[in-house]
Nanobody
């Protein structure tokens, strides 16, 4: 599976962005998908994940109520809607594919290259 993330950019605090991650191949529907982020000097953290069926999801406490993960099987794409952006959301955001919904990066086999989100105050 090859993953291509897009949608990052420079946004003012309080604004919104929608990140997209397009997957190649015909097995998209069999993978759990996740969004991670990594800020300078910090560890990579899982902000949201969604099961293969879309029926189960995970959100980090820091983003609950502001981030929404969704997937479109017809487009082989997973999305991350980010609302009420805060300067601390500034990071490179990566999408990943794995077998189960988990917050641990080592459990995801496939990774995209990342898209930069910068939030100005």
């Amino acid at each position: 599976v090859q993953l291509q993330a897009s949608g990052g950019g420079l946004v003012q605090a309080g604004g919104s962005l929608r990140l997209s991650c397009a997957a190649s191949g015909r097995t998209f529907s069999s993978y759990a998908m996740a969004w991670f982020r990594q800020a300078p000097g910090k560890e990579r953290e899982c902000v949201a994940a969604i099961s293969a069926s879309g029926g189960n999801s995970y959100y980090a406490d820091s983003v609950k109520g502001r981030f929404t993960i969704s997937r479109d099987g017809a487009k082989s794409t997973v999305y991350l809607q980010i609302d009420s952006l805060q300067p601390e959301d500034t990071a490179v955001y990566y999408c990943a594919a794995g077998q189960v919904v988990t917050r641990f990066p080592g459990s995801y086999r496939y990774w995209g290259h990342g898209t930069l989100v910068t939030v100005s105050s």
